[in-house]
Antibody, heavy 119, light 109 residues
Framework: QVQLVQSGAEVKKPGASVKVSCKAS????????MHWVRQAPGQGLEWMGI????????TYAQKFQGRVTMTRDTSTSTVYMELSSLKSEDTAVYYC????????????WGQGTLVTVSS | QSALTQPRSVSGSPGQSVTISCTGT?????????VSWYQHHPGKAPKLMIYDVTKRPSGVPDRFSGSKSGNTASLTISGLQAEDEADYYC?????????FGTGTKVTVL
């Protein structure tokens, strides 16, 4: 049974960075890409970027380029999303979501991590 | 990449059908066969309901169906049930990036 388990809620001050983890289990880690999607309060889902299975290459949404870094630790089947220079508008629930390689949809999601940015 | 356009809300009585539209451009919805739909209950993880425009994952009731014409995709829920009340989002592959819709709240009256 595939599971994506994310790290707990975070509270950060403006200008700080946050690093959210997503640990995968129940399937072969190398056979899927991992995406990050966020939802700000009262807003819709927003795609942030992809960490690809082969070689760990990344593509980020233009909005987040320069501020987001997605990495992985294959030894623990864990992916990470770090967002820097946080602003109040980054307050959101952040989700990891799995895409089996090149099927172009997200078949499993993490439970979400609330990141609150407040002074 | 702009968000795909969905109606803010739709509603229907139990047993009725509702359809949610998702309008994009030839660079996303119209250009690829990779439109998916997600059901999102507040506080829970989104759930895949439709992928590749028309396909249903195992376990999703056949009351849910998808279609596409030109730059607009649609999700139809037939035989509406109380548990269908949720937010629904379309998503289109657009050559990396992906783009989500603005979201539609489905209310069961």
């Amino acid at each position: 049974q595939v599971q994506l388990v994310q790290s707990g809620a975070e509270v950060k001050k403006p200008g700080a960075s946050v690093k959210v983890s997503c640990k995968a289990s129940g399937d072969t880690f190398s056979s899927y890409h991992m995406h990050w999607v966020r939802q700000a309060p009262g807003q819709g889902l927003e795609w942030m970027g992809i960490l690809k299975s082969s070689g760990g290459s990344t593509t980020y949404a233009q909005k987040f380029q320069g501020r987001v870094t997605m990495t992985r630790d294959t030894s623990t089947s864990t992916v990470y999303m770090e967002l820097s220079s946080l602003k109040s508008e980054d307050t959101a629930v952040y989700y990891c979501a799995r895409e089996v390689v090149d099927i172009y949809h997200f078949d499993h999601w993490g439970q979400g991590t609330l990141v609150t940015v407040s002074s | 990449q702009s968000a795909l356009t969905q109606p803010r809300s739709v509603s229907g009585s139990p047993g009725q059908s509702v359809t949610i539209s998702c309008t994009g451009t030839s660079s996303d919805v119209g250009g690829y066969k990779y439109v998916s739909w997600y059901q999102h209950h507040p506080g829970k993880a989104p759930k895949l309901m439709i992928y590749d425009v028309t396909k249903r994952p195992s376990g999703v009731p056949d009351r849910f169906s998808g279609s596409k014409s030109g730059n607009t995709a649609s999700l139809t829920i037939s035989g509406l049930q109380a548990e269908d009340e949720a937010d629904y989002y379309c998503c289109s592959y657009a050559g990396r990036p992906y783009v989500f819709g603005t979201g539609t709240k489905v209310t069961v009256l």
